[in-house]
């Protein structure tokens, strides 16, 4: 049966070992964030992470169907949803693996930067000509509950001035 007829949101939800490993990029690259941006929440584990790691950070977070109806995730399609730029705000996010360059660079017009779980394809699908690529942590065969999968942690921002790749 087709995979996305059996989940037709394409929902699998992260295990906390990629969550620690994500938010080390974000230690290294963005440690002092003013808000965090979750794209595609789901029930909303990375919202709980996020709390548990920084009490103190504003958290938003959007998903297309709010399957848990917690009142911190507001439900919308993400992908139009017209969100300001904030300073210093990051995107932590797992989003749908189809659509994950799409949130990637909404994010990055929203935010700082987007620390993203994606597809280990989107490395070859990244515009680099507008997007650098800060660091990228491989994970083989990642057990999502209902797949495994090949996945790439991203640290990711806009291209400034000066960027080179060595």
């Known amino acids: ?8 949101l394409e929902k699998h939800y992260t295990p906390k070992f990629l969550l620690e490993d994500l938010n080390s990029l974000v230690k290294e690259f963005a440690p002092n964030p003013t808000e965090f941006l979750e794209n595609s929440a789901g029930a909303g584990f990375m919202i709980d992470y996020l709390k548990e790691q920084y009490p103190n950070t504003p958290i ?5 169907y709010n399957e848990t109806k917690r009142e911190d995730i507001k439900e919308c399609n993400y992908l139009k949803e ?15 693996f189809t659509k994950g360059l799409k949130f990637a660079y909404k ?3 929203e935010c700082d930067y987007c620390f993203a ?33 090949d996945v790439i942690l991203y640290a990711l921002r806009k291209k400034k001035e000066g960027d080179t790749y060595e």
């Open 60 to 64: 938003i977070a959007y998903d297309i």
């Open 107 to 109: 994010s990055l017009e």
């Open 117 to 149: 779980i994606l597809s280990k394809n989107s490395l070859i699908n990244i515009d680099y000509d507008k997007y650098y690529l800060l660091k990228a942590h491989y994970w083989k065969m990642v057990d999502f509950g209902s797949c495994k999968v």
């Open 82 to 96: 017209k969100i300001d730029y904030k300073e210093g705000r990051i995107a932590f996010i797992n989003p749908p």
């Open 1 to 8: 049966m087709n995979k996305n007829l059996e989940n037709p």
